[in-house]
C-alpha cells in the first residue's frame, strides 16, 4: 500500500504502527521507512525504537526483522545490540538481517555467531547470503582456525551452499586436511559442487581411495580383536560407524573420477534391505571402476561378516593390517596420534578401560585429560582415571587443574557426580538414554554426541508444573526418569514415562502449548530448545528424520 500510493499512505499507515499483530506492525514499519519519505521515516523510527529498545524480547526480535526487510546496507548499527541480546531468541533472530545487509563490518559479529549453539544455523545462513564477497573472510578464519575442527566443518557448510570456481579451488587445496570430519565435509563440498578431476589428477584420488581402504581394513581388525563383552559394545558400534564413514569417503571420491548418479545410486542401494539390491550395488561398482581398485573397494562392498570381509582385504598384499590384542588396539584409539579416529570412538575407548579397570591405559589416558578440548572426551577420561586407580587421580587432578578453567570445571562435574547428585550424569551415561528415545534412534552414536551439549538437565517435584497449558513453546522434553501427565485443567489426557517425548511440536512451531504437563512422581527430564535442534537438524538428516517419524505416530494415534 505505501509504495503504490506515496501520497497519502501515511495517514493510512500511522495506525498500523501500533497495531496488535506484530506482523502488521512490521509490515508499516518497513513500508513508512521505505516508501513515504521523510515524514514516515521519522515516524516509523519512533516505533522502531520502542522495538529495539523493549523489555520484551518478541518485540525485540521483531526490531531485528524490520533491519533485514528494510535492506539498507549503512543501516546496521542498530543490529549491533541485537546481536548481543541476552536472550539466544533475539540473538538469532538478529543473525538473519545481517546476511541481508551483507555490510562487512557486521561479519565478524556473524562469524562470532558461528561459534555458539543456537545460532550456528542462522550464522551459515547469513554468511551464505553473503556470497563470493565473504569468501576471504572464511577463507582467513579456515587458517586460523585450523586447531578447531568443529569451527572449521561449520566453514566449510559455507562453502558448500556458495559453490563457484572459488570454492572449488579452495577445497582443492584443502584436499590433504588430516581430521577426518574436516576431509569429509570437504569431499561433500566438493561432490556439491559437482567436482571433478581431470585426467592427470586420477592417481592421486586413486590413492585416497587406497587410503581409505587401508583404513577401514585397520578398523575391522580392531573390530576383530575386541572380546565379546557388554564393557566393549559401546566402542564395537563406534568403529561400525566409522567404518561407515570410511564407506562414505569412498563413495564420494570414486563419484569425483567415475559417473556421479551411479556411484551414488550404488551408494543408496547398498544400504535398502533387499539382497538384490545389494548384489545390484555392488555389480555398478564392480562393473565401473578400474581392475586396480577393486581389490581396495569391493570387500568393503559385499555382504559378509566382518571377519571375512578383514581376510579378504588381507589377501591384498598392498593392504596391511597388524594384528594386535584388545589391549593394544585400546591403546592406540585413546592416543589416537594420527586422527585415525573421531573424539566419539576416543571416548568409547576410555568408557570400556575404565569399565575393565585397564592400568595399561592409565599413562594414555592422563595425557588425554590434559591436552583434549573435547569436554565429551575429558570429562569421560577424569572418570576413568577414577575408577581404574583413584589414588592417581587425585594425583593427576590436582596438576590438571592448576591452570586449566576446563579442567576445573570437569573435576567439579565429577565430585558432584560421585557424591549422587541426581541431577548429575555422565555425558557418555546421557547418549545411552538419548538411544533407547524414538527420535533419535536412526541417529548414529557420534551424531548423538552432538545432542549432548544442547540438553539441559531439569528435575521436577510431583505436582510441579513443567509448564501451562497457553505458554509459548519452544522446547521439547525427554523423560529421563519419573511420570508426567498431560491434561487440560482436571482432565487428563495421557500419562507419560521414562524415555518418552513431549512438546516435540515446539521444535517445528513454537505456538502457545495446548495442553498442561505435571510431574506425577519426582522426574528428571532433558530439555532441548527448538534453536539448538535446529543447528543439529541442519546438518544431520537422521534427526529430521527421527523427529518426523515421532510427529506421524502422534498424529496416527489422533
Not at 589416537?336 to 585397564?358: H, M
Request: aromatic share 6%; net charge negative; proline share 4%.
Amino acid at each position: 500500500m505505501a509504495k503504490l500510493e506515496e501520497v497519502d499512505a501515511l495517514d493510512e499507515l500511522t495506525p498500523f504502527l501500533k497495531d496488535v499483530d506484530p506482523e502488521l506492525r512490521v509490515a508499516a514499519i518497513v513500508g513508512a521507512m521505505q516508501h513515504v519519505g521523510l515524514d514516515g521515516i521519522v515516524l516509523a523510527a519512533q516505533q522502531f525504537n520502542e522495538m529495539r529498545c523493549s523489555s520484551d524480547a518478541s518485540e525485540r526480535k521483531m526490531a531485528a526483522r524490520v533491519l533485514g526487510d528494510v535492506g539498507i546496507q549503512n543501516f546496521y548499527r542498530p543490529l549491533v545490540p541485537l546481536l548481543h541480546d541476552d536472550v539466544l531468541e533475539v540473538r538469532s533472530e538478529a543473525v538473519i538481517p545481517a546476511g541481508k545487509l551483507k555490510n562487512p563490518k557486521l561479519w565478524p559479529e556473524v562469524l562470532s555467531a558461528l561459534d555458539s549453539p543456537g545460532l550456528q544455523s542462522a550464522s551459515v545462513s547469513a554468511l551464505v547470503a553473503g556470497g563470493q564477497s565473504v569468501l576471504p573472510l572464511l577463507e582467513s578464519v579456515f587458517e586460523q582456525r585450523s586447531q578447531d575442527p568443529e569451527f572449521q566443518v561449520r566453514v566449510l557448510r559455507v562453502f558448500q551452499q556458495i559453490r563457484g570456481e572459488e570454492v572449488l579451488s579452495f577445497l582443492e587445496r584443502h584436499l590433504k586436511v588430516t581430521h577426518p570430519a574436516v576431509y569429509t565435509r570437504i569431499l561433500s563440498a566438493l561432490s556439491s559442487c559437482h567436482y571433478r578431476v581431470s585426467t592427470r589428477k586420477t592417481s592421486q584420488i586413486a590413492e585416497m581411495i587406497r587410503t581409505e581402504s587401508h583404513h577401514a581394513t585397520w578398523l575391522l581388525a580392531v573390530h576383530a580383536s575386541l572380546p565379546d563383552d557388554d564393557a566393549f559394545s559401546l566402542l564395537k558400534s563406534a568403529i561400525d560407524d566409522l567404518g561407515r564413514q570410511d564407506l562414505d569417503r569412498i563413495y564420494l571420491l570414486l563419484s569425483f573420477i567415475y559417473d556421479s548418479q551411479a556411484m551414488f545410486d550404488s551408494r543408496n542401494n547398498l544400504e535398502h534391505q533387499s539382497a538384490e539390491r545389494r548384489a545390484y550395488a555392488i555389480e555398478i561398482v564392480d562393473s565401473t571402476i578400474d581392475r586396480e581398485l577393486k581389490p581396495y573397494v569391493l570387500p568393503l562392498l559385499d555382504d559378509l561378516p566382518s571377519e571375512e570381509r578383514l581376510q579378504r582385504l588381507k589377501a591384498n598384499k598392498e593392504v596391511s593390517a597388524v594384528t594386535k590384542t584388545a589391549t593394544e588396539n585400546l591403546v592406540d584409539l585413546i592416543r589416537d596420534v594420527d586422527f585415525q579416529v573421531n573424539d566419539w570412538t576416543c571416548a568409547c575407548a576410555i568408557f570400556a578401560a575404565a569399565r575393565l579397570k585397564c592400568h595399561d591405559t592409565l599413562e594414555p589416558i592422563k595425557l588425554v585429560a590434559a591436552k583434549t578440548r573435547n569436554s565429551l572426551v575429558r570429562q569421560t577420561a577424569l572418570w576413568a582415571l577414577s575408577q581404574i586407580d583413584p589414588a592417581e587421580y587425585a594425583i593427576q587432578i590436582s596438576q590438571l587443574t592448576a591452570n586449566d578453567r576446563s579442567l576445573q570445571a570437569a573435576q567439579q562435574f565429577f565430585e558432584r557426580h560421585t557424591e549422587g547428585t541426581p541431577l548429575m550424569l555422565l555425558d557418555i551415561e546421557k547418549l545411552l538414554i538419548l538411544k533407547t528415545v524414538p527420535i533419535f534412534a536412526e541417529a548414529p552414536d557420534y551424531v548423538l554426541a552432538q545432542v549432548i551439549p544442547i540438553l539441559e538437565e531439569q528435575e521436577f517435584e510431583a505436582g510441579q508444573r513443567v509448564f501451562e497449558k497457553g505458554d509459548l513453546g519452544t522446547s521439547m522434553y525427554i523423560i529421563v526418569s519419573g511420570k508426567v501427565r498431560v491434561h487440560i485443567e482436571d482432565r487428563e489426557l495421557t500419562v507419560l514415562d521414562e524415555r518418552q517425548v513431549f512438546g516435540e511440536l515446539a521444535l517445528l512451531d513454537p505456538e502457545p502449548r495446548s495442553a498442561s504437563v505435571t510431574a506425577i512422581e519426582q522426574t528428571l527430564v532433558f530439555r532441548i530448545s527448538q534453536s539448538a535442534i535446529y543447528d543439529l537438524m541442519a546438518s544431520h538428516v537422521e534427526i529430521v528424520r527421527g523427529i518426523m517419524r515421532v510427529l506421524c505416530r502422534r498424529i496416527r494415534q489422533k
